[in-house]
């Protein structure tokens, strides 16, 4: 049984205590909303301009939104985008060098735009084309400061009628769930899972909802964990991942498919992964399901996002380190800036 007590002391920057606020952080969030005008509507899409732990944001918005979400993570943006489509620009630092270049862009073909972000060159661009921008709270690392990203939009398309459930249920349904995850409280649910995938390399799958969340649960374990991990979607693994079983048990032994399940799931994936359990067990591959909880489709969808961030936590603190810095991201961005301008 590991001493958690003690492996606590590898979280040297504290990502504990960003963890422990994130439905204060929800709450926060929506009020923030009222800084998106009212006048942006009457978009017939939406494209989310982000990268990494802000483009999330945009995944998890589309699996909600009443109308068609596109999330953009490059330096340009598809043709089709127009003055029917209201650009979004996420960037937590307001330097992220493919989000500026895609919304300079954007800007030439609508003016129903909006930017979240804690200031940088985002919000001066903003502020020079007199575009409404968001104040995200600095202080965090982009990838804990999602609610601040997320619910800002959530709140608002809810106020205009473009989404389905209500966010503001979802901060005390996630109460709980701190409650039972915080490093204090006795059966630990994140801290079993995370022991089931300690040593292993985990392979997420979700469908519907979860999608978005399944390819969180791998940006996590990645970025807190410093560990490999991958992700996949259902139905459509079905059509070509699977056949990758056939040899998984020599060449990839250390994998655990993990399923992300919702009560929402639709039928027939639901027997889906019924079958892939058979298919995994007979040949002899770990797999483990984590099951969503909430009344409602984004109540559950951001049950088991949280959940995967309190387990990539653990897993972290399991591997021996400490869960905030990136230094392979930090190194390949002075790199890239050290290179502009060049050839």
């Not at 409404?132 to 939009?153: K, M």
């Not at 995938?197 to 940006?219: D, E, H, N, Q």
């Not at 591997?319 to 390949?332: A, H, S, W």
Request: include cysteine; charged fraction near 20%.
């Amino acid at each position: 049984m590991p001493d958690w007590g003690n492996l606590l002391a590898q979280d040297a920057s504290r990502m504990v205590e960003a963890l422990r606020s994130f439905p204060e952080q929800i709450e926060r969030a929506l009020g923030l909303a009222c800084r998106v005008p009212n006048n942006l509507q009457g978009f017939k899409n939406v494209v989310v301009l982000g990268m990494g732990g802000s483009a999330i944001a945009g995944d998890l918005l589309a699996r909600f939104s009443t109308v068609p979400v596109v999330t953009v993570r490059d330096y340009e943006l598809p043709t089709w985008v127009n003055s029917d489509t209201l650009l979004i620009a996420i960037s937590y630092s307001g330097e992220t060098e493919e989000t500026l270049s895609a919304f300079r862009e954007g800007l030439r073909r609508t003016r129903r735009a909006v930017a979240l972000t804690t200031g940088g060159a985002l919000a001066a661009l903003c502020e020079e084309r007199d575009i409404p921008w968001v104040p995200v709270p600095p202080g965090f690392q982009p990838r804990a400061a999602l609610a601040f990203l997320l619910f800002p939009l959530l709140g608002c398309l809810s106020r205009l009628g473009y989404v389905r459930d209500d966010p503001a249920r979802v901060a005390a349904a996630l109460r709980g769930l701190r409650d039972a995850c915080v490093p204090e409280h006795q059966a630990n649910p994140a801290q079993d899972v995370a022991q089931t995938l300690f040593g292993r390399i985990p392979v997420i799958y979700g469908a519907g909802i979860t999608v978005p969340v399944a390819y969180r649960w791998k940006t996590q374990i990645n970025e807190n964990a410093k560990q490999p991990a991958y992700w996949a979607e259902l139905p459509e693994l079905c059509h070509n991942e699977i056949v990758g079983y056939e040899l998984a048990g020599k060449v990839f032994a250390q994998g655990i498919v993990l399923f992300l399940r919702s009560s929402f799931d639709h039928p027939r994936v639901a027997r889906r992964v019924e079958i892939l359990k058979e298919v995994l067990s007979s040949r002899g591959l770990a797999f483990r399901e984590v099951w969503g909880q909430g009344e409602t489709a984004l109540a559950q969808a951001l049950w088991l996002l949280y959940f995967g961030d309190w387990v990539s936590f653990y897993l972290a603190l399991l591997n021996g380190v400490d869960p905030t810095p990136v230094r392979p991201i930090q190194e390949l961005k002075k790199r890239l800036k050290e290179t502009a301008g060049s050839g």
